[in-house]
């Protein structure tokens, strides 16, 4: 069992996927994550470093888009996405 404060997920991929379906009813997340990602200099050495960039910038959109109200989410549910962002970056590495 993973746990994110009031959540409770059976596994890691389990609590990805609630983010998975968080991301597609908020589309602008990724397509900003996306442009940042385009306009970074620096390239990514392998798939680990792209997920790890990939997810960190989207821990840091989520809170900054509720923060500028283009999110309608509580704070539990806030910190439970960049918790799960955090997370899954962690299991990445873990997995090579």
Not at 16 to 27: C, E
Request: glycine fraction near 4%.
């Amino acid at each position: 069992m993973v746990n994110f404060g009031n959540y409770e997920f059976k596994d890691i991929e389990e609590a990805k996927k609630k983010l998975d379906i968080f991301l597609k009813a908020n589309p602008d997340l990724e397509k900003e994550c996306g442009k940042i990602i385009k306009n970074n200099k620096q390239p990514t050495a392998n798939g680990h470093e792209t997920i790890k960039l990939h997810y960190t910038i989207l821990a840091d959109l989520i809170f900054q888009f509720s923060k500028d109200n283009k999110l309608k989410i509580t704070l539990d549910e806030i910190d439970l996405y960049r918790e799960i962002c955090k997370a899954y970056i962690q299991y990445d590495w873990n997995m090579c």
